[in-house]
């Protein structure tokens, strides 16, 4: 019997797990996948969208300016990588004033700071490799950038520390209630817990309908990004935003916590939403969108395509907090689109003290703060590394030669509470496999290491969990995985 079940391992359940470590409780959290950050979480712009766009007197608007201002100390706190480069929104034709004097206005009612309208001559001082043809933009000086995935598995860390049950794997299938207890039906039987916390993303509709008198519906929206390498000077030192339309705020130009330039997103509505396949189309659509703000965008220096998926609720807010006409005990986070990761301190932090306070739960007096993450090596300068190396040998030896990860730093992203289990685990924790060569070179190793730190035979390591082998045999060995 658990006191609290978050059904949900992205950035918003790891968000609220993150702040109910703070109080004393049985708890999990629970996740189909197979890692936390497996959904949403691991493919977005990594925007802290300052909310100068959000609709006024939404939820929406409220929690993304928050959450925005909290980011910051959120991530020194964690030791995640965070910047604030700010943004610009450009518009090229003379229609586009009227619809950036619109965003200005909300951004001042919504209380973001700093904005401003400018026209060409000064965008191209900031931006020189703007498309000339560029009219005016609103300046948002307040918008930064977070690398998404590291800071859910840092909040997955603190919430691991202080006691939380991870059930990655596991499936919610359906929730019912009865005697004061709620029961989470999964593949590998029933769950109970005294509360439950529906943050499952593309799947809360799900969820929710079953409980509800309020019916909701959620459309599986795909994002489709070109990332490029980083062995080029950055061209664009802020994101660069073109004017939003209904579907969201539209292709963007940025740069990233580590370096890369991103482009996309396209917004495409899809049936299944697990459909995270890049198209011909959709890379077509982004390069097309992308070159009007840079013209001189170069394929040759694109290392990855990939995709993502937004949740979007047909009434385009966001939903937080107890689930109307369900038994009590029910609370949600869902329709979490854009601004979702900019919102997540303050989603975690209002629905996470929301939940306590329901089931009168007092203060974790033995919690244990976050240990922030150690710097990169390849952000150490001469000295730092010296000194890494003089503590820990590892960090002599190279593993991922494109992003210059070490042994180090791949044995500890298996060593942390929520340690890599896979691959694409060490990946998103290192870094290790994310630059040129796309893990071709460093894999073997990784999957070397992961095999020692595990106790695991090759055979035994997979991609991203669950069955995806990266080896089925051997030569003179069992050839095959069940």
């Known amino acids: 019997m658990y006191d609290i079940v978050i059904i949900g391992a992205g950035v918003i359940g790891c ?45 929406k608007a409220r929690l993304n300016v928050k959450g925005a201002r909290m980011m910051k100390d959120l991530c020194r706190t964690l030791g995640v990588p965070y910047g604030q480069p700010g943004a610009l929104v450009l518009g090229f034709h003379e229609e586009d004033r009227k619809a950036l004097e619109a965003l200005y206005e909300n951004a001042k009612v919504n209380g973001v700071p700093g904005c401003r309208l400018i026209e060409r001559d ?18 948002v000086p307040a918008s930064g950038l977070v690398s998404p995935y590291e800071l859910t598995h840092a909040l997955a860390d603190s919430a691991k520390e202080n006691g939380f049950d991870f059930l990655l794997g596991t499936k919610a299938e359906a929730l019912s209630f009865a005697d004061g207890v709620w029961t989470i039906k999964t593949q590998d039987g029933d769950v109970k817990t005294r509360a439950v916390i529906n943050c499952a ?36 030192n802020r994101t660069i935003f073109q004017v939003p339309t209904k579907m969201g705020k539209g292709v963007l130009v940025s740069p990233t916590t580590h370096g890369n330039l991103l482009l996309g997103p396209t917004a495409e509505d899809i049936p299944d939403g697990q459909d995270t396949a890049t198209t011909r189309d959709g890379l077509t659509d982004v390069l097309a969108k992308a070159r009007l703000t840079f013209p001189n965008a170069d394929l040759r220096q694109v290392i990855t395509t990939f995709s993502g998926i937004r949740a979007h609720e047909v009434e385009g807010d966001f939903l937080i907090g107890q689930v109307e006409g369900a038994p009590e005990g029910a609370f949600e986070a869902i329709g979490i689109e854009s601004p979702g990761l900019s919102a997540a301190p303050a989603i975690g932090e209002e629905l996470g003290d929301w939940v306590a306070y329901y089931l009168k739960l007092k203060k974790n007096l033995n919690y244990i703060a976050p240990t922030p993450l150690p710097k990169a090596f390849a952000g150490m300068n001469e000295q730092e590394r010296r000194a890494a190396y003089e503590i820990d040998p590892d960090y002599g030896r190279i593993v991922c030669r494109c992003e210059q990860v070490t042994e180090a730093e791949v044995r500890r992203s298996i060593r942390r509470p929520m340690g890599a289990r896979s691959l694409d685990g060490v990946k998103r924790r290192t870094r290790a496999g994310m630059g040129r060569c796309q893990s071709g070179f460093c894999s073997t190793r990784v999957m070397e290491i992961l095999a020692e730190e595990l106790g695991q035979d090759l055979r035994q390591i997979s991609k991203s969990g669950g069955k995806s082998w990266l080896l089925t045999g051997g030569i003179g060995k069992e050839d095959s995985h069940d």
């Open 15 to 59: 968000a609220v797990a993150y702040r109910l470590g703070q109080y004393e409780g049985k708890f999990a959290v629970m996740d189909f996948a197979h890692d936390v950050s497996e959904g949403a979480s691991k493919a977005n712009s990594g925007i802290v969208h300052a909310g100068y766009d959000a609709k006024a007197g939404t939820e």
């Open 122 to 139: 000064e965008i191209l001082k900031m931006e020189p490799n703007i498309n000339p043809e560029v009219l005016l933009a609103l300046d």
């Open 201 to 236: 993303g593309v799947h809360a509709d799900v969820l929710h309908n079953q409980i509800s008198t309020k019916q909701v519906k959620i459309i599986a929206r795909r994002g489709q990004y070109y990332l490029l390498d980083h062995s080029t000077p950055l061209l664009f």
